[in-house]
């Protein structure tokens, strides 16, 4: 039996359209290298795409590769990740479903209160597959309070168990996850468990679980990920043994400068001399500058035309970081390795009391700023046009405003 694990494709992840497309190439690449030794079926556990509504033109270039993956007789299982649901609770893995070229396993009834998962069968290997899909802040807890485990733990055979949530046993090493679960509410016995959600890779043994795998991306999706993976991957099951697949499609060279106490032209320097006697074809150089100046300002430092010299070495892509770097004159906000939630949290709870307005107490200004952070987050509703979305959002604007009497 040959199986492989992917999660976390994030297709159309990155702003910048030359780093958009990589996720995009790498899901291609993975099915690719699927097709070749072939397996038997694919799992994807969880955020396939990186936003519920992609662009026609990736979901076009997914439709297609899925299709050949069809075609090769090739059998793709998937659940629904927190990155794939739109406002409305809907899905493309759906209606990638009712077209054929899927089959989610998140299946089952609920009755008095307890739910029951059934399991979808894989003709071929008959491997019981079935799993939970994920949610934001990790809301799928509640379908995993209400999990009727003995059932699943009796089924005979082999057995997968597909989830996108963060297990706390398994988050070390610093990681930091405000919202994990406890392995204890997931069912025990099964032969392989296909995690998705964490960005990190771990293959490992739970007795009396079972494997827990988690693949991470098949492309990193931010900065620290490129720094830290430099590449993407998946993992095979080959007949008992699992494997890490790696992908890399660029090479990426991760500059970091501790720039405290440093002037602007030190740093100039040590960035200049990374780019003595190299040459970077086709690199994505990432360029981390932390600590406080001794002396000027972080725009004083020529990053500009530093980068561009990077780029006339040949590199594909260029990126720097510089969140954690200050000066004595202005104190910028540290912002350290965490998901979205953790990171816009802790900024507002840290440096709300910066914001001054007269006409609002102090207490009220960090209530304030969630309150705008929840308008300005909100994505657009299904066929909601560019225009009436706008409105939307500037309508609720106002309205927070003359609440607080602003306007």
């Known amino acids: 039996m040959k199986f492989a694990h992917l999660a976390d494709v994030h297709i159309g992840s990155w702003r910048d359209a030359k780093l958009s497309d990589l996720s995009t190439q790498a899901f291609e690449l993975a099915m690719e290298r699927c097709m070749r030794i072939p397996v038997d079926f694919i799992l994807i556990s969880g955020d396939l795409f990186n936003t ?231 690199t994505i150089v990432t360029i981390r500058v932390t600590g406080c100046l001794g002396s000027g300002s972080p725009g004083d430092i020529p990053f500009q035309s530093i980068i561009k010299e990077f780029y006339e070495k040949g590199a594909y892509f260029v990126m720097r970081n510089t969140l954690q770097l200050s000066s004595a004159e202005f104190k910028e906000v540290a912002v350290a390795r965490e998901g979205t939630e953790d990171v816009e949290e802790r900024i507002i709870a840290e440096h709300a009391d910066q914001l001054h307005i007269k006409t609002i107490d102090p207490e009220r200004i960090e209530a304030l700023v969630h309150a705008f952070m929840r308008r300005l987050s909100i994505e657009k509703g299904e066929g909601e046009n560019q225009t009436t979305f706008e409105q939307r959002v500037k309508k609720d604007t106002i309205h927070i405003l003359e609440q607080e009497r602003l306007i």
């Open 52 to 282: 519920p509504l992609p662009s026609i033109d990736r979901l076009s270039r997914v439709v297609q590769k899925l299709k050949q993956i069809q075609e090769k007789g090739i059998r793709t299982y998937a659940i629904p990740g927190s990155h794939d649901y739109s406002p409305s609770g809907k899905t493309l893995i759906d209606v990638l479903e009712h077209a054929g070229l899927l089959i989610n396993v998140v299946k089952g009834t609920v009755a008095e209160g307890t739910l029951n998962l059934t399991f979808t069968v894989d003709a071929e290997t008959g491997v019981k597959i079935t799993g939970l899909l994920g949610k934001r802040a990790a809301l799928e807890k509640t379908y995993y309070e209400h999990l009727n485990l003995e059932a699943l733990e009796h089924e005979p055979g082999f057995k997968i168990f597909m989830f996108h949530s963060a297990i706390a046993e398994l988050m070390e090493h610093g990681l930091q996850f405000s919202t994990t679960l406890p392995l204890s509410v997931f069912p025990k016995g099964f032969d392989y468990y296909a995690g998705g959600h964490v960005h990190i890779i771990r293959n490992r043994e739970y007795a009396p679980y079972g494997r827990i795998v988690y693949p991470g991306p098949v492309f990193p999706a931010n900065f620290s990920e490129l720094e830290e993976l430099g590449g993407g991957g998946f993992f095979l099951y080959l007949d008992g043994d699992v494997t890490y697949e790696r992908i890399l499609l660029h090479p990426v060279h991760s500059i970091m400068i501790d720039a405290q106490h440093k002037s602007p032209e030190w740093v100039a320097a040590a960035l200049r001399e990374h780019l003595q006697g190299k040459e970077f074809f086709k």
